[in-house]
């Protein structure tokens, strides 16, 4: 899983307006004795345990009744008040979370950040992170959450201080958490203190549940209501998955257009695993930015992040893959069926991909552990996608 592709979300304060935000996953923290120890979290599973800094917890609200999040707004300032009612009252919808959400600089990456009530939101989180009273008070007593793979793959140790904020100005932040947020374009949350305190704009964004209607026809719906500036996406679309297993008569990936992404790829053997990587610029590659990498070499755009670029086919059993297919796999135990992890299929159960941190580009044996099937690149599906 690599850095977001930031498709909404607007940067703090001191830094231009860009157009565009994405979050991935994560294991659940809560503060507690003076390391990082691990205790049950289901079966063979660990929960870890950030440092106590000494402060006491601050208090949040049980878990209530979770919502799954369908679609996401952000603006570049404040929404209005009507619109966020009129959204509420909106048939279909079943909850409105209000938040405030930027592109930010976290530990020295940009990624997705939002400020959030912890009493509120946590209801539209996946089971796991919801339930974790210990992993809200962190984040309202100030530490910031990040996701599972920015820590483990990022290298962003838990219970560490790290700098918070814009491109100009940041401030030290506790890591109280490695937790999935389940918006596939959010890498780190703090509380809406102190998201005010960073600077960051006040309810600029939203999240909107609406379990019995077709997201995008909802956010056609919206775009007649939303202020100027203000864009809608997805939540984490679904995969599309032929039923019969096999690939509906459509555009997919020339032969000459097969050989010339995995000999892109296989030029990037060797090099470092980074996460956030995309180019020679970064040092690295990073899974999807791997993918990215290679495809562009045939004119194929994709979108950023393992879990976007899942969609820009047709998922089929591995049984069926084919070379120039991605491999998808949902590593992250506390985000079932998110996809994290992505790799190019060479064929003969070989395929080629960028680990984890302190691995290199290397050439690997498939494992299907986890494995959610093969992507059979449709080119017009990655160019739209990747906007």
Not at 215 to 239: E, H, M, S, T
Not at 240 to 264: C, F, H, M, S, W
Not at 296 to 321: C, E, M
């Amino acid at each position: 899983m690599g850095k977001p592709n930031r498709r909404i979300l607007p940067t703090l304060i001191g830094v231009s307006v860009l157009s565009t935000l994405a979050v991935d996953a994560a294991f659940l923290v809560a503060r507690g004795g003076d390391t990082p120890v691990a205790s049950p979290v289901g079966p063979a599973r660990a929960r870890f345990v950030a440092a106590s800094d000494g402060l006491a917890a601050a208090a949040v609200a049980p878990q209530s009744r979770r919502l799954t999040p369908h679609v996401l707004v952000a603006a570049p300032s404040t929404l209005p008040a009507d619109v966020v009612a009129k959204v509420r009252s909106a048939k279909g919808v079943q909850g409105v979370e209000v938040v405030d959400a930027v592109q930010g600089m976290v530990a020295g990456k940009r990624v997705g950040l939002m400020g959030v009530n912890p009493s509120t939101f946590r209801n539209y989180t996946p089971k796991p992170t919801a339930k974790s009273d210990a992993l809200w008070r962190n984040v309202a007593s100030g530490d910031v959450a990040i996701s599972f793979t920015m820590g483990s793959d990022g290298g962003v140790q838990l219970g560490s201080q790290v700098p918070v904020g814009g491109s100009r100005s940041q401030w030290p932040l506790r890591v109280g958490a490695y937790a999935t947020m389940g918006v596939g374009d959010i890498d780190a949350v703090v509380s809406h203190t102190t998201a005010q305190s960073l600077g960051m704009p006040t309810g600029n964004a939203m999240l909107i549940s609406v379990p019995k209607t077709e997201p995008k026809a909802f956010i056609k719906k919206l775009d007649r209501v939303l202020p100027k500036g203000a864009k809608a996406v997805a939540v984490n679309p679904q995969i599309d998955r032929p039923e019969t297993g096999e690939v509906p008569n459509g555009p997919v990936l020339t032969a000459k257009q097969v050989r010339t992404v995995i000999k892109a790829a296989e030029t990037r053997l060797g090099w470092p695993y980074v996460w956030g990587g995309e180019s020679e610029a970064e040092g690295g590659y990073d899974c999807s930015g791997l993918m990215q990498y290679a495809f562009a070499k045939a004119g194929i755009r994709l979108p950023r992040v393992a879990a976007d670029q899942a969609r820009v086919g047709w998922v089929v059993p591995y049984s069926k893959a084919r070379p120039g297919d991605m491999l998808i796999w949902a590593n992250d135990p506390t985000a079932p069926g998110y996809i994290s992890h992505i790799a190019l299929y060479l064929g003969d159960g070989k395929m080629l991909a960028a680990p984890r941190r302190g691995t290199v580009v290397q050439v690997q044996n498939v494992y299907t552990r986890n494995m959610r099937g093969a992507v059979r690149v449709s080119p017009q599906r990655a160019n739209a996608l990747a906007g």
